[in-house]
């Protein structure tokens, strides 16, 4: 089993939709990531959080570290929110500070 | 400020040729990541260096793959020779320090044949 698993994989929505994205960890974090990926470029760091909320434009992402659990929400879904959105853990206590990723949810909207 | 740079950006190589990366960090990023991305999943990482020393290698298959970071500052990775399996997208990327935000370079698309 992945210590850091999202859902869903492949995301489509309309435009103008609110989307949820979910990840599960595992292990004992100090941090958790959103990243967005999109087609043939590089990987751009949308949030760092480690307790409660961040709001940044239409996105807002919350962790609840009782449950090990985190969402990214995007409000009034644009088809330029189309990307892979990647949800990545800095494992507790560990010296590196590496990241270990999830798989990725697809999310593609359309017009 | 210019961000992580890397190159070359798309790279096509038979089986059991060899090939190399190279990679920029953020001007002042003492920390340096490599990983691979293989379609269809999150990044792994590969090699991390702190300055010009290897922080963490435990996932990079040393048998064909070399990395390097001789002056602390730009990174090279190197694979020799590659298989088929080695076709993945190999992004770089940089932090201030061990434990800071990642910032993360457009990557290396190789593609074994």
């Known amino acids: 089993k992945n210590e850091v698993e999202q859902s869903p994989q492949n995301l489509t929505a309309q435009e103008g939709e609110f989307i949820t994205i979910n990840c599960s960890y595992s292990?004992?974090?100090?941090?958790l990531h959103w990243l967005q990926q999109h087609p043939g470029g590089g990987i751009v760091s949308l949030f760092m959080l480690s307790s409660g909320k961040k709001k940044h434009g239409r996105l807002i992402a919350t962790i609840n570290i009782q449950e090990k659990h985190s969402s990214l929400h995007i409000t009034a879904s644009h088809p330029r929110d189309s990307a892979v959105y990647i949800c990545a853990v800095t494992r507790y206590g560990g010296s590196q500070g590496n990241l270990i990723f999830g798989k990725g949810t697809k999310l593609s909207v359309k017009p | 400020e210019a961000g992580v740079a890397q190159s070359p950006r798309y790279k096509i190589i038979e089986k059991r040729q060899s090939v190399a990366f190279w990679c920029n960090p953020i001007s002042g990023h003492a920390t340096l990541y490599w990983y691979q991305q293989i379609l269809g999943q999150g990044p792994k990482l590969l090699i991390q260096f702190q300055n010009n020393g290897v922080v963490d290698d435990s996932q990079l298959p040393k048998d064909r793959f070399s990395a390097e970071r001789l002056k602390g500052v730009d990174s090279t990775l190197k694979i020799q020779p590659a298989k088929l399996e080695d076709s993945a997208v190999y992004l770089c990327?940089?932090?201030?320090?061990?434990?800071?935000?990642?910032?993360f370079g457009p990557g290396t698309r190789l593609t074994v044949t």
């Open positions: 292990v004992g974090i100090s941090a």
């Open positions: 990327a940089s932090s201030l320090a061990i434990s800071y935000e990642q910032y």
